[in-house]
């Protein structure tokens, strides 16, 4: 698919063949509302939502709700991986609109993360991919420690 804020985004504002090895790039201002969408879709988080009554709004109160459904998808192992990805895409989509100074990152891999105002990186993915299967971290508790983390 060829979305061109996310290719200018890939390769960085100051890089045109993409960032070197161990380098990200993250959004620029004109690109991350454009990033923001894309990565906050979610399909099948957002499937599991509605099947449950909870609106995805970009809120913590709906990370807290989401932490108390129950895992039903636990007994279907397909799902499992896309919805933990989903999950961590929505926690970081949370947290940037949220934690002031929190903004979108990829690494070269294509692995998206999110880092807070201090620098510190998160990585939202294996944080959703935990708490599809275990429960764990709970979601609106890592928002809690993004924005305690950040000065908010």
């Known amino acids: 698919m060829a979305v061109s804020f996310f290719d200018k985004w890939r390769r960085g504002p100051s890089a045109p063949s993409g960032p070197s090895a161990g380098q990200a ?3 620029g201002d004109d690109d991350a509302e454009g990033v923001a969408e894309l ?3 979610c399909e099948l988080l957002r499937a599991q939502a509605v099947d449950a009554g909870i609106e995805l709004d970009g809120t913590v109160a709906s990370l807290e709700a989401l932490d108390q459904l129950t ?3 636990r007994d279907a192992p397909g799902t499992l991986s896309g919805l ?6 929505y926690l970081g989509t949370v947290i940037v609109r949220t934690v002031p100074g929190a903004r979108w990152q990829v690494w070269p891999d294509g692995r998206p993360m999110v880092r807070l105002a201090s620098g510190r990186e998160l990585d ?7 708490w599809a299967a275990i429960g764990a971290p709970e979601l609106a508790q890592v928002h809690a420690e993004a924005a305690e983390g950040s000065g908010a």
């Not at 933990?84 to 895409?89: F, H, I, R, T, V």
């Open 25 to 27: 790039s993250s959004a």
């Open 39 to 41: 990565l906050s879709e």
């Open 71 to 73: 895992p039903r998808w």
């Open 84 to 89: 933990g990805n989903d999950a961590g895409l």
């Open 124 to 130: 939202v993915v294996e944080a959703g991919e935990a």
